[in-house]
DNA sequence: ACGATATGAATGAATG
DNA sequence: CATTCATTCATATCGT
């Protein structure tokens, strides 16, 4: 599914002076972030196939840092990719689901769950048990080593979005090295892949056959209790 | 993958010509949802007379289930289509309200912000220092441009923090080498796979890749001391 | 056939 | 986390 594949092509780097297309003035440069296609395969890459759902404030820095390679990006870019991927992947689900049956598999039938950018990612599942991933809770764990208070555990992830605020200012002088003796590669549900907003099963649309506008809008309007 | 790019042209809306909920051959394999005139109807009659805006993911199942007597269509276009009703309203009002001063902003001039976010995290200041933080205050006066876009900084006191980050070092030329250590892990080989370096952005394919995506990936995993 | 416009879809950035 | 906002991309539709 890629009809649109174009745009979005963007170049790494901004040759700043920019000013966009056709615009007359020069027009501030795009002022958000626009990710590259590597750029979005590897987050996708990171969500899918390892599990990496809300990377904790250390886990943000080194994947920017990674990914700059191929284009600017910020801690905060990624923090909100992370965010916002998961948001609407749930947000999908929400729409469709509710609590009713649970329907199996809605293969995949509108949110371009992962078109556009390109992906399909071959769902390898490494075999083996990980842990269990830093969904959740977010690990804000070591920042006092950087001494900036710790208002530790503030689990907020407003307070994070600080602390990786901060880590951006120093990467660069670590050397931006990464070193990957690490095993603790947790990568569990990689099949939450894709579910579109489908789910229409034909069956629920029958009942309404009948239907009376003014009953439906009171319906629609009903008080959430 | 490929698209169903069929152009098929679809049932255009126009109601009833036969498509309606009767026919099972209006296959309308169109690429984006073409409301039907009843779909509309009832949709700006929950916008302006049951002043329905954003509506919660329980009534947009609610609507679509319903409006689906009139034709295909999925929790996310009623989703999209309030989110766009209102975001064309308010953007036309704006044009059209915009008094003449230029730029609207809080008056004041700017945030109120200041005093907010350095009451509630005090503790931030830019440091400059890579493992050992607290001390080095570093001026980060005259620093910043990097040639990126200056964003205008009044957003939101949450914000704000970023500027701090722009303001510093952003910019340091990553040579992100990668140390891998252990080499055992085989547990995530997903992304080691070619597959994607083809088409997508085939300028960078090659001679930017003096990255290993594993071990990148297996460095971001990586358990956090 | 175009070009402009209306509008569906997507998504970065925020806010609550 | 759920929601909302702002922008932008893509395409259906319509006028000339």
């Known amino acids: 599914m890629e009809p649109q594949l174009q745009q979005n092509q ?25 990710p590259t296609t590597h750029q979005i395969r590897i987050l ?14 250390d886990q943000i820095q080194r994947i920017s840092a990674g990914l700059r390679q191929y284009g600017k990006i910020e801690g905060k870019n990624v923090f909100y990719w992370f965010q916002n991927h998961k948001a609407r992947e749930r947000q999908k ?15 995949n039938g509108g949110w371009k769950a992962d078109s556009i950018h390109n992906n399909k990612y071959p769902n390898i599942n490494p075999g083996y048990s ?15 080593n950087y001494g900036y208070e710790s208002i530790t555990m503030e689990k907020s992830f407003r307070f994070q979005l600080y602390i990786y605020s901060f880590l951006t200012l120093n990467y660069c002088d670590q050397d931006c090295s990464i070193s990957a003796c690490g095993s603790s590669t947790g990568a569990n549900e990689s099949l939450s892949h ?32």
Request: charged share 20%.
């Open 44 to 57: 996708k890459d990171l969500y899918y196939n390892n599990g990496v759902r809300s990377p904790s404030a």
């Open 130 to 144: 990980p842990s269990s991933p830093s969904t959740g809770v977010l690990t804000v764990g070591q920042i006092g």
């Open 10 to 34: 963007q170049q790494p780097n901004e040759d700043s002076s920019g000013c966009g297309k056709g615009s007359f003035l020069c027009r501030q440069s795009s002022s958000r972030w626009t």
């Open 93 to 107: 689900k929400r729409f469709t689901t509710t609590n009713h049956v649970p329907m199996q598999r809605p293969a």
């Open 194 to 225: 894709n579910f579109g907003w489908v789910g229409i099963d034909p069956a629920y649309s029958s009942s309404y056959t009948f239907f009376d506008q003014k009953k439906f809008i009171d319906g629609i309007l009903e008080e959430e209790h």
